[in-house]
């Protein structure tokens, strides 16, 4: 009768598989302690970064993953934004339309109500509506629009005042100047 021998293959180890410590390091309590000196991050979690061109055992030697040749695999090449590959642009092939003025002036606007909130006969101007936080943009112009109803009587210096501002403030006994 034939004998049975073990298996030639040897048993590869499992994720997962290890044995529990039995007994602690000398000098050590049972029980793992943390201190700063033993912090660790988690097992794989922190990887090596990969370094490319540093010879042929290291994965990514010789052309460092950029191929051969070609405008790609030259230093220094990066890609304009909205590069279509020599395609004409989309930026290009949308119509265009209307008239754009370079001269244009953009205001930062407030609201009559919102000013209901200084004291009577204050003096309102562009630095003490900055101060309080009415107007984000330091170097706007200020417009003061005529939405809302003017409870209180001041003088206000904007740098521009729509028609139905101009006739609120005066309604309600204020005043107001276009600062240049």
């Given at each position: 009768m034939a004998k049975q021998v073990p298996?030639?293959?040897?048993r590869t180890k499992k994720r997962g598989d290890h044995k529990p410590a039995t007994t602690a390091p000398k000098g050590t309590n049972s029980r793992r302690t943390f201190t700063l000196s033993t912090l660790k991050p988690p097992m794989g979690s922190r990887k090596k970064k990969v370094r490319v061109g540093r010879g042929m055992g290291s994965k990514l030697g010789k052309t460092a993953?950029?191929?051969?040749?070609?405008q790609k695999s030259r230093r220094g090449y990066s890609r304009r934004r909205g590069f279509e590959g020599g395609q004409m642009p989309l930026h290009r092939?949308?119509?265009k339309r209307g008239f754009h003025s370079p001269f244009r002036v953009e205001y930062s606007v407030i609201n009559l109500e919102e000013l209901n909130v200084f004291p009577e006969g204050e003096t309102i101007t562009p630095e003490l509506l900055r101060a309080h936080g009415f107007i984000r943009r330091a170097k706007d112009p200020i417009k003061v629009l005529g939405d809302g109803e003017l409870t209180v009587k001041f003088a206000i210096h904007a740098h521009a005042f729509s028609q139905s501002a101009k006739d609120k403030i005066t309604a309600a006994g204020g005043t107001f100047e276009v600062v240049a």
């Open positions: 298996s030639a293959r040897k993953g950029a191929g051969n040749k070609g092939r949308m119509p």
